[in-house]
């Protein structure tokens, strides 16, 4: 075996989570084809099941169990017929974000061949860009409260919190992500005209760290007018940075502009690698077709060829995801979801193979 090994905490959770093993089964492929090990170490917490049997959604001393790994293979959580959103969630991934500083929630935004795109015209090659959230501070923040609650008194407030920090340390993540791409281009979202103290603030924060890349272009729109563009115009975007808010909102339309919930991927990353950084499809555990056997591994897929990248294996992820392109050609290999006929084992192993 190779002397690159890599230590993965595996985490399948709910539902649909489960079709981790086709995660894992194109991680496998990649480490055969390329020479690297894996050490899986599967957990059984974050799942309703471990809810049932132990009181709570992950053990006192989950941060044990997971902290040694280089990265954490997600895959779904959330069961709510057994345990209520707001706990499955808050108990389990959000604790990884927050105590792990997964500070960039990273999403790509690609149209792939086989996938029925909304936007009316638009091959495959004409959308491909990221969206940078940051993923700890900014419009959803503790700060603030409710007061006289129910009379003709009552008001509430709510805080943003931009720190130099954390702001930094987002927009410089964004710009470092646009120099490896051909384009070299960086979209900043803001809303200057009508938040007038905080995104003052972020735009001047992207124009100070623009000084340090000289060989990126970059722009920025108010996030209304952004919207739209992402709908009008989305072969203009290659890196697009937001806050936590604006980021929350873009990541999920940029996603939807390329197709389907079921093949799109993220990674809630702490780049200084002071902790595991966890990779997860977008999509959630889907109850109404969980144990079918027909959802959609792609997501999945996808999910662990951007692990492999951010464990310095890029040749590795790119082969993934040019097995998944070939695979997602064919109505044999696509799932129902794309209008194929494959099952999520089919799926996944013609993935496998074609790697
Ligand atoms: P969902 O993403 O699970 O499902 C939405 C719709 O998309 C469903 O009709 C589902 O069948 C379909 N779908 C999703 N993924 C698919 C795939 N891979 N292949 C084929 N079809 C797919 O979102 P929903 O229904 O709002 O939430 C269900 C549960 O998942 C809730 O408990 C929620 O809290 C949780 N959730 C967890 C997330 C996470 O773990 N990061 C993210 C989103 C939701
Ligand atoms: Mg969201």
Redesign the pocket.
């Known amino acids: 075996m190779s002397n690159r090994t890599y230590r993965i905490a595996v985490i399948a959770?709910?539902?649909?989570?489960k079709?981790m093993p086709e995660g894992v089964r194109a991680l496998e492929a990649a480490a055969r084809s390329h020479g690297f090990g894996l050490e899986l170490d599967w957990h059984d917490f974050a799942s309703a099941d471990y809810y049932v049997r132990h009181g709570r959604m992950m053990p006192e001393d989950w941060k044990e169990k997971v902290g040694t790994a280089d990265a954490i293979f997600?895959?779904?959580?959330?069961?709510?017929e057994v345990v209520p959103?707001h706990i499955?969630?808050w108990e389990s991934?959000l604790q990884f974000r927050r105590e792990y500083d997964q500070y960039v929630n990273l999403r790509p935004v690609r149209l792939m061949p086989g996938v029925p795109c909304p936007l009316a015209g638009r091959q495959p090659g004409d959308i491909d860009f990221w969206v940078v959230r940051e993923n700890t501070e900014g419009e959803y923040s503790a700060v603030g409260g409710h007061m006289f609650p129910g009379t003709e008194r009552e008001v509430v407030i709510q805080e943003t919190v931009m720190t130099r920090h954390g702001v930094d340390r987002i927009v410089r993540f964004a710009f470092d992500l646009a120099m490896k791409r051909e384009r070299r281009h960086v979209t900043s979202a803001t809303k200057s005209n009508g938040i007038a103290i905080t995104m003052p603030f972020w735009d001047g924060r992207v124009d100070a760290i623009a000084q340090e890349y000289p060989d990126v272009t970059r722009d920025k729109y108010h996030i209304d007018i952004l919207t739209a563009q992402f709908v009008l115009n989305p072969q203009r975007f290659d890196v697009v940075v937001a806050s936590n808010l604006f980021g929350d909102i873009l990541s999920d339309l940029g996603p939807a502009c390329a197709g389907?919930?079921?093949?799109a991927p993220s990674g809630n990353i702490n780049p200084e690698r002071a902790h595991p950084s966890l990779f997860?499809?977008?999509?959630?555990?889907?109850?109404?077709?969980a144990g079918q056997g027909?959802?959609?591994?792609?997501?999945q897929i996808w999910s662990g060829a951007m692990m492999l990248e951010h464990l310095g294996e890029a040749e590795a992820a790119a082969a993934i995801m040019s097995a998944v392109e070939d695979v997602l050609q064919t109505p044999a290999g696509r799932?129902?979801?794309l209008k194929g006929s494959a099952d999520t084992v089919s799926c996944g192993k013609a993935v496998a193979a074609s790697l």
């Open positions: 959770g709910d539902g649909i989570g079709v997600f895959g779904a959580v959330g069961w709510p959103d499955s969630l991934l389907t919930i079921g093949i997860e499809p977008v999509h959630g555990s889907a109850p109404d077709i027909i959802a959609n591994p792609v997501g799932t129902r979801d």
